[in-house]
């Protein structure tokens, strides 16, 4: 399963004021990635996000930054293996660590837990 977390941004004065804001947007897709048992976490960001992404939780880089019809400045494809980022960085940032009923109570139950075959059919990260 993929998790991205890039579709929503922070208003840009309340990130000035506040520079934890862009956490707090972070942490309910982190929590979606655990809930859901993500497996890759992809983030299309504009090159001079991508070291907040690489810092934070350890992305890696997937396709280089590159123009795409519509927008109007390029974006870089990066991904994390979430498995084995996740101890590393909750260790880090133990903000970003929930409670199982936590995630429920936001998200619902998982729909894995009870589809049988969704182990066997989970992806893998992509690998460069």
Not at 27 to 53: C, G, K, N, S
């Amino acid at each position: 399963m993929l998790v991205d977390p890039t579709r929503f941004v922070a208003d840009a004065r309340w990130s000035r004021e506040l520079p934890e804001l862009a956490y707090l947007t972070l942490r309910l897709p982190w929590l979606a990635m655990e809930q859901f048992e993500a497996d890759v976490m992809l983030a299309a960001v504009r090159p001079e996000h991508y070291p907040f992404y690489r810092r934070l939780w350890g992305n890696t880089v997937v396709s280089p930054p590159r123009l795409y019809p519509g927008l109007a400045k390029p974006v870089m494809l990066s991904q994390l293996d979430f498995p084995r980022a996740v101890s590393r960085v909750e260790a880090l940032y133990p903000f970003f660590r929930a409670r199982e009923d936590e995630r429920t109570a936001i998200f619902g139950p998982n729909p894995l837990t009870w589809l049988p075959a969704a182990a066997a059919n989970r992806a893998q990260p992509i690998r460069t």
